[in-house]
């Protein structure tokens, strides 16, 4: 399954797919597609991040949107990519609105 960008009301963007091996360029060049506009929010309860190399770059993407939107709004991200976004200090562009909470391997 690939990554799918699906607008919904009120100008947020549901964000669906499993970023595997390869997703995460395609997960980038969706990104470079959006529209600029102010607090920009993305639902993420449908992504789904497997790979280190996929969650870099879709760590980077996200600041880079975050930097061409002035401020993004990340609801439901999945847990490893909000610990990540918070790790590197970028939570000044980017706000995490419920990020997922699974439960630990074992």
């Known amino acids: 399954m690939g990554v799918v960008l699906t607008p919904l009301h009120g100008g947020t963007i549901r964000i669906d797919g499993l970023l595997d091996e390869g997703q995460g360029a395609l997960f980038a060049a969706l990104l470079a597609t959006l529209p600029t506009q102010e607090a920009l929010e993305l639902e993420l ?47 000044a562009q980017i706000q995490l609105l419920d990020p997922r909470q699974e439960e630990p391997y074992g």
Not at 58 to 66: F, K, T
Not at 81 to 87: C, S, T
């Open 45 to 91: 309860a449908g992504l789904e991040v497997e790979r280190p190399a996929e969650l870099v770059t879709a760590v980077a993407a996200l600041r880079q949107l975050a930097q061409r939107c002035g401020q993004i709004r990340l609801r439901a991200a999945p847990q490893l990519l909000a610990h990540n976004l918070y790790r590197i200090g970028a939570l």
